[in-house]
């Protein structure tokens, strides 16, 4: 368990030293009705608001992270078994970015493992911005006769702030 902790660090340091600029705004979901999921839930949750830096942990939709929890326990003598899915969420658009089960001893080592995980996925966070942009982009332009408006972080790259298809195809489709 030494090693979740020191790897768990390492990313830390990774995580918080990336281009992020401002904490993301995480929500984590799980069933507050079932008592494995509630047992590690809120572990995980302190974790994760422990990084301000990092993270806001919120309760609403205003969140960029979406995170959901879940465990399970045949009896008081077995194991964990929890995984989680994280999906980003951009405006009303949404990306999985990854997710994880695990198998762990006691509610302590789930949240631990889980955290460590969730780190890895949140490495990703820049790029899967950058893909979504221009997915969303694309997809305006194949269902528009017209022009769409660029993404702000964009627009330095393709030098306009509204484009059509065929400029956009003239120009160079933008590598994710």
Do not use: H
Not at 21 to 44: E, G, M
Not at 86 to 98: D, I, R, T
Not at 115 to 130: E, G, H, K, P, Y
Not at 150 to 170: A, G, H, T
């Amino acid at each position: 368990m030494k090693n979740i902790f020191a790897f768990a660090a390492v990313l830390l340091f990774a995580t918080a030293a990336s281009a992020q600029t401002a904490p993301i705004k995480v929500r984590i979901l799980y069933d507050t009705t079932d008592a494995t999921s509630s047992a590690v839930a809120p572990l995980l949750t302190q974790k994760i608001a422990a990084q301000p830096t990092l993270f806001t942990v919120v309760n609403s939709n205003e969140r960029n992270l979406s995170i959901l929890a879940d465990c399970y326990i045949e009896s008081a003598n077995n194991s964990y078994s929890c995984f989680y899915a994280a999906n980003k969420w951009l405006g009303s658009s949404q990306a999985f970015l990854g997710g994880a089960g695990i198998v762990t001893k006691s509610a302590e080592d789930a949240a631990t493992a889980l955290f460590a995980s969730i780190l890895l996925v949140v490495q990703r966070w820049n790029s899967t911005d950058r893909r979504m942009l221009i997915g969303e982009l694309e997809n305006c332009l194949a269902l528009t006769k017209s022009s769409c408006a660029v993404p702000e972080s964009l627009v330095p790259e393709l030098k306009v702030k509204s484009i059509n298809l065929s400029r956009y195809d003239r120009t160079g489709r933008l590598k994710p």
